[in-house]
């Protein structure tokens, strides 16, 4: 099995920032992406950005230029800097992991019990 533990949530302020972490750990043989997800109260799940092993990145069009995705593959571990932070930001982010196995075992999507980020005055 695959567990993710994620930290770095909490209250901030309007245009503060926050660094968000997750570390995927149990049998993994090998990662092809990592990255954030967020689900606001009454709003569907929304892709936050996503990283490849390779590191390429992908944003929502309405964190790019405030929020840095990045990742450490020796360590199975993604970080999410959220920047320039707005209200609308509010949500519960979600860590995912795309990992298999074993050599010989399909890619599954791995996800976090989530971590609060509240963005108020």
């Known amino acids: 099995q695959v567990q993710l533990v994620e930290s770095g949530g909490g209250l901030v302020q309007p245009g503060g920032s926050l660094r968000l972490s997750c570390a995927a750990s149990?049998?993994?043989?090998?990662?092809?992406?990592m990255g954030w997800y967020r689900q606001a109260p009454e709003k569907q799940r929304e892709l936050v950005a996503t990283?490849?092993?390779?590191?390429?990145?992908n944003y929502a069009d309405s964190v790019k230029g405030r929020f840095t995705i990045s990742g450490d593959n020796a360590k199975n571990t993604v970080y999410l800097q959220m920047n320039s932070l707005k209200p609308d930001d509010t949500a519960v982010y979600y860590c995912?992991?795309?990992?298999?196995?074993?050599?010989?075992?399909?890619?599954?999507?791995?996800w976090g019990q989530g971590t609060q980020v509240t963005v108020s005055s």
């Open positions: 995912y992991v795309l990992a298999r196995t074993s050599a010989r075992a399909w890619y599954n999507d791995y």
């Open positions: 149990g049998s993994i043989f090998s990662t092809n992406a």
């Open positions: 990283i490849t092993s390779g590191d390429r990145t």
